[in-house]
């Protein structure tokens, strides 16, 4: 039952091009970001500021390295999502608000990788 659910819902997706572009960019964007961190991160004992907050005894507050891979997760994890709301979007509502959530998914993965380039490029003493 699910897997006929799915197996239409994407011969759905396949029919209409602009959608499918667009998942398409989205997944390109978020493996890219993935390759992207993947090769910049290296292990360091310094830390990185992964926070400010007005209300703590210090404002900024310090993580270690590794704290950066979970922008790969964020990024995979908002792919899959993005399409798969998109999806149903497009199935029930129509192909307007469809392409508006994925054209949000595209500005998301945009979004962290600028934070994920400033993060590194003030990380990284280079």
Not at 18 to 41: D, R, W
Not at 70 to 76: H, P
Not at 100 to 126: C, D, E, H, K, R
Request: aromatic residues 14%; glycine residues 6%.
């Amino acid at each position: 039952m699910l897997k006929t659910t799915i197996t239409q819902a994407v011969k759905e997706l396949l029919t209409n091009r602009y959608l499918t572009v667009l998942c398409a960019v989205i997944v390109l964007l978020a493996v890219s970001l993935g390759i992207y961190i993947g090769v910049k991160v290296h292990p360091s004992d310094l830390q990185l500021v992964t926070h400010y907050t007005a209300f703590g005894v210090t404002h900024l507050y310090r993580d270690q390295w590794f704290y950066l891979l979970s922008f790969i997760g964020f990024g995979i994890l908002t792919a899959f999502f993005h399409i798969a709301i998109s999806l149903k979007l497009y199935l029930t509502k129509g192909h307007p608000l469809a392409i508006a959530f994925a054209w949000l998914g595209v500005g998301v993965l945009v979004f962290a990788w600028i934070t994920a380039m400033s993060i590194i490029n003030v990380w990284s003493p280079l």
